[in-house]
């Protein structure tokens, strides 16, 4: 099975010790945040992903889709599309006309892509960095640094609009020097789901080859 589409490493390491002291203006701003998106039913949002690692000359953009329903989601990117109804995973490969079924785990790196608005909480030592403004837009910069030092990530960086505690952006760093990049686009609030919208249909991908590793 290919390895889990980049933007589920958001939640990578999430199951760790609870931090230690916090910075008080930054956790007023993620627990504002997070009850923001918690509030919701559900939430759809078109995102532009950028893969950079200065040292190696890399820079990568791709567009995705994503819709989520507290722990549920549907992510289209990058010829994949990868379907969590809270408790079974599929993994769809365009090109090979191929499902990959296998358990959701909340214990494992292929977590909801939700997590990215709690996982402050546990297992993170959060700062305020500054107020920055972008095209207009005033903005608050929050780094978050995991606790487990053996973490592949050493940071993330949160972009949180001031006038309504929404995310904008999140920037992730790894130790092998790569930088992933989240924007935020078109988002909307409360779109109309159903039991279909988080599960794979056989019938709508003709010829698929189904492998099951669950």
């Known amino acids: 099975m290919k390895k889990s589409i980049s933007f589920l490493l958001l939640a990578v390491s999430l199951a760790l010790p609870a931090a230690a002291q916090q910075?008080?203006?930054?956790?007023?701003?993620?627990?504002?945040?997070?009850?923001?998106?918690?509030?919701?039913?559900?939430?759809?949002?078109?995102?532009?992903?950028?893969?950079?690692?200065?040292?190696?000359?890399?820079?990568?953009?791709?567009?995705?889709?994503?819709?989520?329903?507290?722990?549920?989601?549907?992510?289209?990117?990058?010829?994949?599309?990868?379907?969590?109804?809270?408790?079974?995973?599929?993994?769809?490969?365009k090109n090979e006309n191929e499902v990959n079924i296998s358990d959701s785990d909340p214990d494992s790196q292929e977590m909801s892509p939700s997590q990215i608005y709690t996982m402050y909480k546990k297992g993170y030592k959060y700062n305020y960095v500054q107020q920055v403004t972008e095209s207009g837009e005033p903005l608050d910069v929050i780094e978050l640094a995991p606790e487990n030092r053996q973490n592949d990530v050493f940071k993330v960086r949160l972009k949180v609009r001031k006038k309504d505690a929404s995310v904008k952006s999140w920037q992730m760093f790894k130790k092998n020097g790569n930088q992933y990049t989240f924007l935020i686009k078109n988002f909307k609030p409360n779109p109309p789901t159903d039991a279909g919208t988080f599960a794979f249909d056989k019938a709508k991908y003709k010829g698929v080859k189904v492998v099951d590793l669950r």
Do not use: C, H
């Open 23 to 93: 910075d008080p203006k930054a956790g007023k701003i993620l627990d504002q945040m997070s009850a923001k998106y918690q509030a919701l039913k559900a939430f759809q949002a078109t995102f532009t992903q950028t893969l950079e690692n200065p040292s190696a000359k890399v820079k990568q953009n791709i567009n995705g889709d994503i819709v989520v329903s507290g722990q549920k989601f549907r992510l289209k990117i990058s010829g994949q599309e990868v379907i969590n109804d809270g408790k079974t995973t599929w993994t769809y490969l």
